[in-house]
């Protein structure tokens, strides 16, 4: 769009801006640069760790990331699909997992109805990520994490060693 021509007390005095340019008025019409856009201030916690962005895989980054780093192993986290997205599982490897499928929890062995594939953590590594995650239970299938942000935060904090600043709370019947 071309710019209008303003006329003023003696004629012609200089050039409008076109449509849309913000200019400033008491400075000859100058156009005004455009602000870089804002970013969000991180929001510092009791904990002192910055919980600004709760998306599932930042989340499960962090946590992987922390794990590894004051453990020296790997640990699998990953997420779920379908209904369950947002929740996602932490646990041992399938290359450190016992390949029997036994089930730790209820003291048998699983039928042939119902086998896990990636097979279940054995005692070392259960109560290692236990001890790494502040004391919870972990399952012979490993830790799962709901779908919130007050779950999220509770298990960034745990996995980074400190103690959670928030504690997730069930919000399913």
């Keep these: 769009m071309q710019a209008i021509t303003r006329i003023g007390p003696n004629g ?8 849309g340019q913000v200019v400033d008025v008491l400075n000859n019409f100058e156009p005004v640069p455009t602000p870089a856009p804002m970013q969000p201030e991180p929001t510092p916690t009791p904990s002192g760790h910055d919980h600004s962005d709760y998306s599932r895989a930042v989340t499960i980054k962090r946590i992987r990331t922390a794990l590894r780093k ?3 192993k790997a640990w699998r986290v990953y997420g779920h699909t379908g209904t369950a997205y947002g929740w996602f599982s932490i646990k041992s490897p399938d290359a450190r997992c016992v390949d029997q499928a036994y089930d730790y929890d209820r003291g048998g062995l699983y039928g042939p109805e119902t086998p896990d594939p990636h097979g279940h953590m054995s005692e070392a590594d259960r109560a290692e990520l236990s001890e790494l995650m502040g004391g919870i239970r972990v399952f012979s299938d490993g830790v799962s994490v709901a779908s919130s942000h007050e779950y999220y935060a509770e298990h960034i904090d745990r996995a980074e060693g400190v103690e959670p600043c928030r504690i997730g709370t069930q919000y399913w019947d």
Excluded: D, K, L, T
């Design 12 to 19: 012609i005095e200089g050039v409008m801006p076109a449509f």
């Design 70 to 72: 004051r453990s020296g």
